[in-house]
């Protein structure tokens, strides 16, 4: 007969991660948060000593202005992200077989190339002398290059296109476990098929855009290569603002107290989800 | 009144349902009985509106259905998963039509209410599907359908997914449902025991054609078709041909060996080859020779199955063919009637019993 595992028997596998855990993030996090609180080393680097003034100073309307555009960059990539993705997400769960299959593997497909290397490439295609202008001077549409590139609009193109899938494949999860009873048992009794989309669709995959909501706001939120490569002088987002702190102001400390802000910030937010969409399954295991 | 007309549904070369006509009048249980594959859930997805037929007119009060959409049919649907909506809750399942026909809020409530009551789930509707039993998910399914007042109400095997104890009592508060508001079913099912219990008529199918419709003791007791005769119940086959007949009997000789009498009346021409089906009910071992009322042909017991309340006892005829016989246990106990395995007895039977069908 097979041995039954006990409880804490299958707590050891719980130990590598643990342990990895431990070493390469909680350690990391705690020094940044002893170095939020430290004075500043004007050679980079901290001093021994306490101090609250670096968090005083992301009181500053500067800084703060700054954290309110990270916020609405991240919000409005997240919207346009999900606009365009629930189409493809759909179309995605309901395709035939064969069609699903090379349709997931076409959104997985960028993952093959680096990021970094992805968004260069927009560099090549929204520049001025870049694919997209090229074209609409060929065809007449435009007679001077458009200002595709370092601007708002290239920033977006970068957030939406990097984080398509991971919007793409929690909603396509959500949706492909739906039988489609659910939705002939609509339309049996009465709904047409917009409203069998707003009453039935749509609320059975809530789970799967707020995991994609999640996915896509929280790394967009700390990001700084896309706004870095793709954008202009003002989109400075709270990413790029520590990625400075760090490499050219040489000011530790406050990059450090940024960073603690963000991930408590973002603690919040991951809190209302699993508050708010039971991705765990919880309720359903206590209720049932 | 829900009419088929020379209905055909085909998937490429594949000819699901095949040039179907069936009238089910108002009130009627109807059946629609076969195996997988034989077309009969193709034919009621054609009625909900979820297929869409090949050709042929099908007919609802009067009006051809086939190209409205689905949400625009006077017809609702019991699952076979029963397809609840999981992040509604039971009220809001039941009410769910209500609510699209833009009912006010306090008849929705009365109705959701009056069809839960009558499914047995008063209290219920506050709770969610998953925290349902699965008989309890079939009667919400039912209710949901039924608080519309349908037309035509299909339900799709809805008793398939529940254990037998349960099953068979929701058969029969079905069939007590259905007396009481009047509203015509269609039921597709592979179980014969459900559709001989629940339906006052049965459609046979097989092959995408409906083989044979008629009353329940109908289909059972005088099978127009092999594949009838031996789909539904067990039935012993007697191969052979028409001696002669007269106007209310005839005379058969079966496997060329044995001449039998039948007091019925058959069109078949002397000479033709026939069936000659037999229930095993129908038979009975003795060890007398019968009365001149009936036939009689020797056979050795081979083996003997107790099934509790009959006992199968399965008989070799001197050409080696096995025919099978059921007799009540309680009976032959009062008669004191013992068969011993390997010994020969008389398979005797009224001349009034069986089916002569073509062969």
Redesign the interface.
């Known amino acids: 007969m097979r041995k039954r595992f006990r409880i804490s028997e299958l707590h050891l596998l719980l130990a590598p991660p643990a342990v990895w855990l431990t070493l390469f993030f909680v350690a990391p996090l705690l020094i940044v948060l002893v170095f939020s609180v430290s004075p500043q080393d004007v050679n980079g680097g901290v001093l021994r000593g306490f101090t609250l003034e670096h968090y005083r100073r992301i009181i500053d309307p500067l800084y703060l202005g700054i954290m309110l555009q990270s916020l609405a960059v991240a919000a409005i990539t997240t919207i346009i992200t999900l606009l365009l993705a629930y189409p493809v997400a759909y179309y995605m769960a309901f395709a035939a077989p064969r069609t699903k299959k090379i349709l997931i593997f076409l959104v997985i497909l960028p993952f093959w190339t680096n990021f970094l290397v992805r968004m260069y490439s927009f560099v090549a295609i929204l520049g001025t002398d870049g694919v997209v202008n090229l074209v609409l001077l060929k065809l007449g549409v435009i007679h001077e290059p458009l200002q595709l590139l370092h601007n708002t609009f290239a920033v977006y193109v970068g957030f939406v296109y990097g984080n398509l899938p991971y919007m793409i494949m929690p909603i396509f999860a959500a949706l492909d476990r739906m039988?489609t009873?659910?939705l002939?048992?609509?339309?049996?009794?009465?709904?047409?098929p917009v409203?069998t989309f707003w009453?039935?669709t749509l609320?059975?995959s809530?789970s799967g855009v707020a995991a994609g909501i999640v996915f896509v706001f929280i790394p967009t939120l700390g990001n700084f290569v896309v706004p870095e490569i793709l954008g202009g002088a003002d989109n400075v987002i709270i990413g790029n603002l520590i990625n400075r702190q760090f490499l050219t102001s040489r000011n530790w400390p406050f990059g450090s107290a940024l960073s603690t802000m963000l991930v408590f910030g973002l603690m919040v937010v991951i809190t209302i989800y699993i508050r708010y969409f039971d991705p765990m399954g919880k309720k359903?295991l206590t209720?049932? | 009144m829900l009419e088929l007309r020379n209905v055909t549904r085909k998937y490429g070369a594949v000819v699901a349902v095949n040039n179907v006509s069936l009238t089910v009048p108002k009130g009627e249980f109807f059946c629609l009985l076969g195996s997988s594959g034989c077309g009969k859930t193709t034919i009621l997805r054609m009625i909900?509106?979820?297929e869409q037929r090949t050709s042929g007119q099908i007919i609802l009060n009067g009006r051809d259905m086939a190209d409205e959409?689905?949400?625009?049919r006077d017809?609702?649907?019991v699952?076979?998963?029963y397809?609840?909506?999981?992040?509604m809750t039971v009220s809001d399942n039941v009410g769910?039509?209500l609510r699209?026909?833009k009912c006010t809020r306090p008849e929705i409530d009365r109705r959701v209410g009056e069809a839960l009551a009558q499914v047995g789930l008063t209290g219920f509707g506050v709770r969610r599907p998953?925290?349902l039993s699965g008989g309890q998910q079939q009667r919400v399914a039912l209710a949901?359908?039924l608080v519309?007042r349908p037309s035509l109400l299909l339900l799709d095997e809805p008793l398939s997914a529940l254990d037998k104890k349960i099953a068979e009592q929701t058969r029969l508060e079905l069939v007590e449902l259905q007396r009481r508001v009047g509203i015509t079913f269609i039921y597709v099912t592979h179980n014969q025991t459900e559709a001989l219990a629940l339906a006052d008529r049965v459609a046979v199918m097989h092959n995408g054609v409906i083989e044979q419709c008629g009353t329940p003791s109908d289909i059972y007791e005088h099978p127009r078709s092999r594949f009838v005769a031996d789909f539904i119940g067990s039935m012993n086959f007697f191969e052979g041909q028409v001696v002669s007949r007269t106007e209310r009997s005839c005379r058969l000789r079966l496997w060329e060996t044995w001449d039998v009498e039948v007091h019925k009346p058959v069109t078949i021409a002397a000479g033709e080859r026939i069936l000659y089906c037999l229930r095993p009910e129908q038979l009975k071992l003795s060890l007398l020779p019968p009365s001149d009322q009936a036939n009689s042909i020797s056979a050795i017991l081979r083996s003997k199955v107790y099934e509790g309340e009959t006992t199968r006892y399965i008989l070799e005829l001197a050409n080696g063919r096995k025919i099978s016989v059921s007799q009540n246990n309680y009976i032959a106990r009062l008669w004191h009637d013992f068969y011993d395995v390997n010994e020969e007895y008389l398979l005797v039977w009224n001349c009034s019993s069986g089916e002569i069908i073509r062969a």
């Open positions: 039988n009873s659910l002939e048992a609509s339309m049996d009794l009465g709904a047409g409203r009453k039935i609320p059975y809530y359903r209720t049932g | 909900a509106g979820f959409p689905a949400y625009r017809v609702n649907t699952f076979q998963n397809a609840l909506f999981p992040h769910y039509g699209i026909r998953d925290q949901r359908a519309n």
